[in-house]
């Protein structure tokens, strides 16, 4: 039996303090090294297939161009051989931190070996990595963005039958957003309330992957299908075309993450019932500031521990918001997040 991680949950507020402490100081503030050179940092992100990852890049981007850091940037396109070969390209560039999203959650532990033996410190960004001793864990509280995804489709459907996907098999956080949804679905299937008439993962979270998977459910039982819980906007995305080619479209409650664009608009137009918001411009502050004051051997701020099965992982995690049509502009649009115009432009 896996071992429960180990979270405890810090406010925005809290997390944003620790990014704007990094932020107030002078560009010097990212150097390292005796003769005052520049921080360099890389970032290794598995993909830039959904819009919160463009959005991480850009936001990591940002912040290290403002801070004065030397950041590397690689793009693995969902292949973790391909990711592996970069960290190494980039540790041989001589960066201090390293930023992983990793693509393989548990093969992603040989990168982190390969940069402890070259001093170099890791940041797992968003994903965490299994089975080694990665330096610190920079995230969201992944249990509770499944928790908010189980807690509305139970809410919104009491009785029915349901197809429940989740997130990509080689991703941590796919298994604690399940753990996290089971909390309120299993407790519906046992009392005969719900019957899952499917359940599978969406590898490499891509749409037309969730697409077929929701077509192959609606042929097997005739359209009879209730609810779904989407792991992400992305695989949201997919479910609903599916749906919407029977008709179904707006009258099955779904779930979804992210709170990218299209999910947006989706809601306002009545397709996708939810998303969860997470973030993403604190998050990649986060990940910066903590790279500068772990560069400088300082501690980062850490009040949390995640574990991956190795060990209670120093974390720092945000905390996720249910977003529906109902708090849509005020969580969204009212925080700059999403433009007003483009979420309700026909």
Same mark, same amino acid.
């Given at each position: 039996?896996?071992?429960?991680?180990?979270?405890?949950?810090?406010?925005?507020?809290?997390?944003?303090?620790?990014?704007?402490?990094?932020?107030?100081?002078?560009?010097?503030?990212?150097?390292?090294?005796?003769?005052?050179?520049?921080?360099?940092?890389?970032?290794?992100?598995?993909?830039?297939?959904?819009?919160?990852?463009?959005?991480?890049?850009?936001?990591?981007?940002?912040?290290?161009?403002?801070?004065?850091?030397?950041?590397?940037?690689?793009?693995?396109?969902?292949?973790?051989?391909?990711?592996?070969?970069?960290?190494?390209?980039?540790?041989?560039?001589?960066?201090?931190?390293?930023?992983?999203?990793?693509?393989?959650?548990?093969?992603?532990?040989?990168?982190?070996?390969?940069?402890?033996?070259?001093?170099?410190?890791?940041?797992?960004?968003?994903?965490?990595?299994?089975?080694?001793?990665?330096?610190?864990?920079?995230?969201?509280?992944?249990?509770?963005?499944?928790?908010?995804?189980?807690?509305?489709?139970?809410?919104?459907?009491?009785?029915?039958?349901?197809?429940?996907?989740?997130?990509?098999?080689?991703?941590?956080?796919?298994?604690?957003?399940?753990?996290? !949804?089971? &909390?309120?679905?299993?407790?519906?299937?046992?009392?005969?309330?719900? $019957? *899952?008439?499917? +359940?599978?993962?969406? @590898?490499?979270?891509?749409?037309?992957?969730?697409?077929?998977?929701?077509?192959?459910?609606?042929?097997?039982?005739?359209?009879?299908?209730?609810?779904?819980?989407?792991?992400?906007?992305?695989?949201?995305?997919?479910?609903?075309?599916?749906?919407?080619?029977?008709?179904?479209?707006?009258?099955?409650?779904?779930?979804?993450?992210?709170?990218?664009?299209?999910?947006?608009?989706?809601?306002?137009?009545?397709?996708?019932?939810?998303?969860?918001?997470?973030?993403?411009?604190?998050?990649?502050?986060?990940?910066?500031?903590? !790279?500068? &004051?772990?560069?400088?051997?300082?501690?980062?701020?850490?009040?949390? $521990? *995640?574990?991956? +099965?190795?060990?209670? @992982?120093?974390?720092?995690?945000?905390?996720?918001?249910?977003?529906?049509?109902?708090?849509?502009?005020?969580?969204?649009?009212?925080?700059?997040?999403?433009?007003?115009?483009?979420?309700?432009?026909?």
């Amino acid at each position: 039996m896996r071992k429960m991680p180990k979270i405890l949950s810090i406010s925005l507020v809290a997390l944003l303090s620790v990014s704007l402490f990094a932020g107030c100081g002078s560009k010097s503030a990212a150097t390292s090294g005796k003769n005052g050179d520049k921080l360099k940092v890389g970032l290794s992100l598995a993909t830039l297939q959904e819009e919160r990852w463009v959005r991480d890049k850009e936001t990591i981007e940002a912040e290290a161009k403002k801070l004065g850091i030397d950041l590397a940037v690689q793009v693995a396109n969902n292949d973790a051989a391909k990711q592996d070969s970069q960290c190494e390209n980039l540790i041989s560039q001589g960066v201090k931190v390293l930023i992983i999203a990793p693509q393989d959650a548990k093969s992603a532990a040989a990168i982190v070996d390969k940069a402890h033996k070259s001093n170099v410190k890791v940041i797992s960004y968003d994903r965490l990595i299994m089975g080694t001793d990665v330096d610190i864990y920079i995230s969201f509280d992944n249990v509770k963005v499944g928790e908010i995804q189980g807690k509305y489709l139970t809410e919104k459907l009491p009785k029915g039958n349901i197809a429940w996907l989740s997130g990509s098999p080689t991703d941590n956080n796919a298994k604690l957003f399940k753990e996290g !949804a089971a &909390k309120y679905i299993n407790p519906k299937i046992q009392s005969g309330d719900y $019957k *899952v008439v499917m +359940e599978q993962p969406v @590898v490499d979270w891509k749409p037309d992957n969730a697409l077929k998977l929701m077509e192959n459910a609606l042929t097997a039982n005739k359209n009879n299908i209730q609810g779904v819980l989407a792991p992400n906007d992305g695989t949201a995305g997919g479910c609903i075309q599916a749906l919407a080619a029977q008709g179904l479209a707006g009258k099955v409650p779904i779930t979804g993450q992210d709170a990218e664009l299209a999910a947006a608009k989706r809601i306002v137009e009545g397709t996708q019932s939810m998303t969860v918001f997470k973030d993403t411009r604190e998050l990649g502050k986060a990940a910066v500031a903590a !790279a500068i &004051k772990m560069a400088k051997s300082e501690d980062p701020g850490v009040n949390n $521990k *995640v574990n991956n +099965e190795k060990m209670d @992982v120093p974390s720092i995690l945000l905390t996720p918001v249910a977003v529906d049509k109902a708090n849509i502009d005020k969580v969204l649009i009212d925080s700059g997040y999403l433009k007003k115009d483009d979420v309700y432009k026909k």
